[in-house]
């Protein structure tokens, strides 16, 4: 048996300061310093997203309409057509009978309280055609914001988002909501495209890596696991300039604690590709989330127009590779 003293650190703050901070703003807005709105979806979300600046005297971000999912001119093509399950009171793992399990390659995709168990090309959800109830565990990306999220101005890269709870590695945070831009129109914007900052592009080169959620809960690497593209078979572009959710003050980071996962699901007889962000390891409560923006693949193949297209990279991560987009 071994027996260590523990000594805090120079500067560390109290035990549980953070947490009884984030008590007292619970209990009363009035004690959040920098407060500038007390909910910036008006109502959109279950749960409210607040608005800080302890920075400067910036009073929010330029105007965009909140809007919590995705905003589609038309339905996504399938190769083939889907059809909903006939599950009349819930998905369970194993039923082989349930046809969204089926999609999923005979797979759940959450664990009962909602982890995502693995990264994969798709996760097939219930849709508005399954008979399944609202609390069905297949349907976790649909539910909307379940953590206290907060937009706050940060130092040097604009406004930020991250959370009042705790994160555990899995979780889901937020879909990417916006416009659905056609990928032809979107060529034809040309510079006007490219200047978009709320562009989430599928089409981009990312990092590739492999997650699933032991390894990320344990916060260790598993030496078995092969890395996986992180490329999806249909390409989707989003613009959240004029409307969007919480997800467009996701930062970019070369070291992000959050990743993107395509989700697919019926809507109206009909099938609708959404991105759902998921926790990359456990998150501390206040800290930054952030997430991997990737590399344009115009800017690989042509070297003449890429670099001015690239962002200067201030996420300050020991991987940083001081660009990106």
């Not at 300061?17 to 209990?27: A, N």
């Not at 976790?140 to 953590?147: D, E, I, P």
């Not at 979107?186 to 699933?212: A, L, M, P, Q, V």
Request: a neutral charge; proline letters at 7%; charged letters at 25%.
């Amino acid at each position: 048996m071994f027996k260590y003293k523990l000594v805090r650190v120079p500067g560390q703050p109290d035990a549980f300061s953070v947490l009884q901070t984030i008590r007292k703003w619970k209990d009363g807005f009035s004690s959040r310093a920098g407060l500038v709105l007390p909910d910036l979806t008006s109502g959109a979300e279950r749960i409210p997203v607040s608005l800080v600046n302890e920075v400067d005297n910036e009073k929010g971000p330029a105007y965009f309409t909140y809007f919590p999912t995705l905003k589609y001119s038309k339905s996504f093509t399938l190769t083939q057509p889907s059809i909903g399950c006939k599950c009349h009171s819930a998905c369970l793992p194993g039923d082989m009978n349930c046809s969204c399990i089926q999609k999923n390659e005979g797979e759940f995709p959450y664990t009962g309280n909602g982890i995502l168990v693995s990264r994969k090309q798709l996760v097939h959800e219930c849709g508005a055609t399954c008979p399944c109830p609202p609390t069905c565990k297949n349907r976790v990306s649909q539910s909307g914001v379940k953590v206290r999220l907060e937009v706050f101005k940060s130092k040097d890269r604009g406004w930020g988002l991250r959370s009042w709870d705790p994160i555990r590695a899995g979780t889901f945070i937020c879909e990417f909501a916006g416009e659905v831009l056609d990928e032809v129109k979107f060529k034809h914007k040309g510079d006007e495209g490219e200047t978009d900052e709320y562009i989430f592009d599928t089409r981009r080169d990312y990092e590739s890596f492999k997650w699933n959620y032991e390894p990320g809960l344990l916060e260790e690497e598993s030496p078995n696991d092969s890395i996986e593209d992180y490329s999806i078979p249909y390409p989707l572009i989003i613009s959240a300039k004029n409307a969007g959710n919480v997800a467009r003050f996701i930062n970019h980071s070369c070291s992000p604690n959050v990743f993107w996962q395509p989700v697919l699901y019926e809507q109206n007889n009909q099938s609708f590709l959404h991105i759902a962000f998921f926790a990359i390891r456990h998150i501390p409560p206040l800290t930054e989330l952030t997430f991997d923006y990737g590399i344009s693949m115009s800017d690989e193949a042509d070297n003449n127009n890429g670099p001015h297209r690239k962002k200067k990279c201030l996420c300050g991560s020991s991987k940083c590779r001081g660009y990106f987009g």
